[in-house]
């Protein structure tokens, strides 16, 4: 059973930091491109970051650049993403997700992009 679990969500105050996990289950987690996403309240679900199978080529969403860090240790079938320096717009929920492939920034951070998901954890930055 394919399966994507999210984890390391809470609440913060503006300037903290926050380590999310996504753990990865029933699919070859090593030869899959994965993301990160969030959707804010009353706002469309959006791509904050994604790197690609072995890790050579990482997508960033504008917004986000030089405060969020995407990672992934392929032997632990686990995702990361280090969050420093929140800011209130960063709050929502937060969903890891795989595609198959990602070769551009487009498709990397594009949400038609993945066929499966997490089922999300939620994030709040209190200013």
């Known amino acids: 059973q394919v399966q994507l679990v999210e984890s390391g969500g809470g609440s913060v105050q503006a300037g903290g930091s926050l380590r999310l996990s996504c753990s990865a289950s029933?699919?070859?987690?090593?030869?899959?491109?994965m993301g990160w996403f969030r959707q804010g309240p009353g706002k469309e679900r959006e791509g904050v970051a994604a790197?690609?199978?072995?890790?050579?080529?990482?997508y960033y969403a504008d917004s986000v650049k030089g405060r969020f860090t995407i990672s992934r240790d392929n032997a632990r079938n686990t995702l990361y993403l280090q969050m420093n320096s929140l800011k209130p717009e960063d709050t929502g929920m937060y969903y890891c997700?795989?595609?198959?492939?990602?070769?551009?920034?487009?498709?990397?951070?594009?949400?038609?992009?993945?066929?499966?998901w997490g089922q999300g954890t939620q994030v709040t930055v209190s200013s």
């Open positions: 790197m690609s199978p072995g890790g050579s080529k990482v």
């Open positions: 997700a795989a595609a198959r492939y990602c070769a551009t920034a487009n498709q990397g951070l594009g949400v038609s992009t993945y066929n499966t």
């Open positions: 029933g699919f070859t987690f090593s030869i899959y491109c």
